[in-house]
């Protein structure tokens, strides 16, 4: 069976996509504040990792950090309304950016949005 990270094209592709996506984070005035002052290689890093094993390829994620509990994780940081739709903007504009399986990529969006969605700890 092939599995939905091979079908979007493995490492590579999901290396891509995180690499944009921090790309925007890097200018943007709500998230940047969030992350280490120098080095997000890190953070992006984790971000790729966990995309790949939720995706079906590599589990390093989990085998480097243990569960992902998303939730827990970002429980340490203001996500509002704003900030959720800060990252959704950055991320949008990394997916546009690529040339993506138009099925492929409407499958990974609606996980990418709804994931932001339900990271929001703060009310508005
Ligand atoms: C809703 C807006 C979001 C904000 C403001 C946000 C912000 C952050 C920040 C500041 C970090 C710490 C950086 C680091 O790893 O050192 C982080 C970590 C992380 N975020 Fe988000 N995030 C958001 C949504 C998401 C979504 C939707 C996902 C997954 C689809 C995600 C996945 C991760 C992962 C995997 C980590 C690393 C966790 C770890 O292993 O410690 N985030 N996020």
């Given at each position: 069976?092939t599995t939905?990270?091979?079908k979007?094209?493995?490492?590579?592709?999901?290396?891509?996509?995180v690499?944009r996506f921090?790309a925007?984070?890097?200018?943007?005035?709500?998230?940047r504040?969030m992350?280490?002052d120098t080095d997000?290689?890190?953070?992006a890093?984790r971000?790729?990792?966990?995309?790949?094993?939720?995706?079906?390829g590599?589990?390093?994620?989990?085998d480097?950090?243990?569960?992902?509990?998303?939730?827990m994780?970002?429980g340490?940081?203001?996500i509002d309304g704003?900030?959720?739709d800060?990252?959704?903007?950055?991320?949008?504009?990394?997916?546009?950016g690529?040339?993506?399986?138009p099925?492929i990529?409407?499958?990974?969006?609606?996980?990418?949005q709804?994931?932001?969605i339900?990271?929001?700890?703060?009310?508005?």
């Amino acid at each position: 069976m092939t599995t939905f990270y091979e079908k979007a094209g493995g490492e590579l592709f999901f290396s891509d996509l995180v690499s944009r996506f921090y790309a925007n984070v890097a200018v943007d005035p709500i998230l940047r504040p969030m992350y280490p002052d120098t080095d997000m290689k890190a953070a992006a890093r984790r971000l790729q990792l966990f995309l790949e094993q939720y995706w079906g390829g590599p589990t390093t994620y989990s085998d480097e950090r243990g569960h992902p509990r998303l939730r827990m994780r970002h429980g340490g940081f203001h996500i509002d309304g704003a900030a959720r739709d800060a990252w959704i903007a950055c991320m949008k504009n990394a997916v546009d950016g690529m040339e993506i399986d138009p099925e492929i990529k409407v499958e990974l969006w609606k996980y990418l949005q709804s994931a932001a969605i339900h990271l929001v700890n703060q009310p508005d």
